[in-house]
């Protein structure tokens, strides 16, 4: 093949895939990308878009997906080079608006694509404007179903639709991405609160907007509900800050994920916890497949979700579910007391504690005490470490900063 006609033909493929992403064509992709195939997008991209995404899924789960579900947006290629390492350089902008704030998106990028011996995409680097895409997401969505505002380094998020018990449509699902996304953007955050208004924490999906217009195949719209309510989740396990829920009334289906992302729940007496999935014929949301056998054994996590059966506000503290229970008019109270009592912690060594808490799940012995000895280097390091230890000898009341 003649030099020429390499180009050309890279030069066919590039615009294709660019084509294909226009399109969202997921078959298309499959044909042009490698199965071997690697990204690697720009470092500082928001929503944790950047960094290397490895086999053509992730890539497009984790960027291409990622971009079009927050952006309206399109790869205008410019110019393209061949190299003499044989990859193809491609210059143009990112052109179009971010679908939350309406805020315009032009941003410059270059692609460094490399192909495989079949001619197909084996290698994507992509170099753009971050600041660009930063700013485009700047004006953060007007909020409805949630109440969210922080204070003292407290970030408290109360489910807000009190007249239906807080039931999880799809804007609160939506609602509850955005406060995650603000909560992991946010460094003057040093706890998380979960409440609700109203006489429930939340009953689970509203039935009533399940309804509206449909009366049978609601999997599709269930499938849209669940990718931001799951996202949220996924985000919350992972801030680097505690997180206290305050349970109160019907704590149902999807709604146990709100308890289920706490590290501490405190919940009113009289609190239930049921998982109701089985009673609409449907096999559950939230990460309770995931989180209750963990926390109340698999066996009654089975009988939860097979039978349906309810878990008294008692029942949960014996098995695990819940840190402890107070009376009603106090569980706003004490929760946000507790709030602001880990708020004043030390904030990297309770971000270092979570993830060394979540990690053990999958690790071995070996694994995990090489896994404290490296978190156990890192808060030894910090600010707050060398202050607690110096007030301790000392017999002083430690002051931490957070760092």
């Known amino acids: 093949m003649s030099a020429d006609t390499m180009s050309d033909t890279r030069v066919g493929t590039a615009q294709r895939l660019y084509e294909a992403l226009a399109r969202g064509d997921r078959d298309a992709l499959d044909e042009l990308l490698h199965p071997d195939f690697v990204g690697r997008a720009a470092e500082g991209l928001p929503l944790q878009m950047g960094g290397e995404h490895v086999g053509a899924e992730a890539m497009r789960t984790n960027l291409w997906w990622r971009i079009g579900e927050h952006f309206k947006v399109r790869a205008l290629a410019e110019d393209f080079q061949i190299l003499p390492d044989g990859r193809l350089m491609v210059g143009g902008r990112y052109r179009g608006s971010a679908r939350r704030s309406g805020k315009p998106l032009d941003a410059a990028f270059i692609h460094l694509i490399a192909f495989g011996d079949d001619g197909r995409v084996v290698a994507l680097e992509q170099l753009t404007d971050t600041a660009a895409w930063h700013e485009a997401l700047d004006a953060p969505a007007e909020l409805e179903t949630i109440d969210y505002r922080v204070v003292n380094g407290v970030a408290t998020v109360c489910l807000n639709r009190p007249e239906m018990r807080n039931a999880i449509d799809m804007r609160m699902g939506r609602e509850t991405l955005e406060v995650a996304r603000r909560i992991e953007g946010d460094h003057t955050v040093r706890c998380v609160l979960i409440c609700g208004n109203g006489p429930a924490l939340t009953v689970g999906g509203d039935i009533s907007y399940f309804l509206d217009g449909r009366s049978e195949r609601f999997g599709d719209l269930f499938a849209e ?74 066996r009654r996590a089975a009988e939860a979700y097979l039978r349906n059966q309810p878990i008294e506000a008692e029942q949960a503290l014996e098995w695990g579910l819940i840190n402890e229970i107070v009376p009603p008019d106090r569980l706003r109270e004490h929760a946000e007391q507790l709030a602001a009592e880990l708020a004043a912690g030390p904030t990297l060594a309770f971000g270092t504690m979570r993830v060394l808490l979540r990690d053990s799940w999958r690790n071995d012995l070996s694994a995990q005490l090489a896994a404290e000895t490296r978190g156990i280097k890192l808060t030894g390091d910090s600010e707050d470490a060398a202050a607690a230890i110096n007030a301790f000898a000392a017999k002083r009341t430690p002051m931490f900063i957070g760092r």
């Open 225 to 298: 509900m669940t990718t931001p309510f799951h996202q949220a989740f996924d985000i919350l396990s992972r801030v680097p800050v505690p997180i206290v829920t305050a349970a109160h009334g019907a704590v149902a289906g999807g709604g146990l994920g709100y308890v289920y992302a706490a590290d501490i729940v405190v919940a009113a007496e009289g609190t239930r916890f049921v998982t109701a999935f089985a009673g609409i014929g449907l096999s559950g949301d939230g990460g309770g497949t995931w989180h209750l056998p963990r926390l109340i054994g698999p």
